[in-house]
Nanobody
């Protein structure tokens, strides 16, 4: 059974940076589409960034230019480098994987069948 384990969350002041990492077990994730989602208190879960099985990256408008998603097939990790963090970025962040090519539907939760437990990111003003 494939498992995803996130790490790297924490508390930071506005303008700061954090790097999240997602470790995948028991498979080579080069065939998978993978993404980061987040959920703030009282809000629906939303897509943050994704990299599909062809290596194309996509981002939510709210994080473009500030966040960078990267996938290391050799280490089977998925990272999210977050810079210029804002209080609105405060949320539980989840790593997700899909056996299918997600393409422009990258932020559709239903397409992802493997999820991590999440890691908390808190940005103070």
């Amino acid at each position: 059974q494939v498992q995803l384990v996130e790490s790297g969350g924490g508390s930071v002041q506005a303008g700061g940076s954090l790097r999240l990492s997602c470790a995948a077990s028991a498979y080579s994730h080069s065939r998978f589409s993978m993404a980061w989602f987040r959920q703030a208190p009282g809000k629906a879960r939303e897509g943050v960034a994704a990299v599909d099985s062809e290596g194309t990256t996509r981002y939510a408008d709210s994080v473009k230019g500030r966040f960078t998603i990267s996938k290391d097939n050799a280490k089977t990790t998925l990272d999210l480098q977050m810079s210029s963090l804002k209080p609105d970025d405060t949320a539980q962040y989840y790593c997700a994987a899909s056996h299918t090519y997600v393409g422009t539907l990258w932020d559709e939760e239903a397409l992802y069948n493997i999820w991590g437990q999440g890691t908390q990111v808190t940005v103070s003003s």
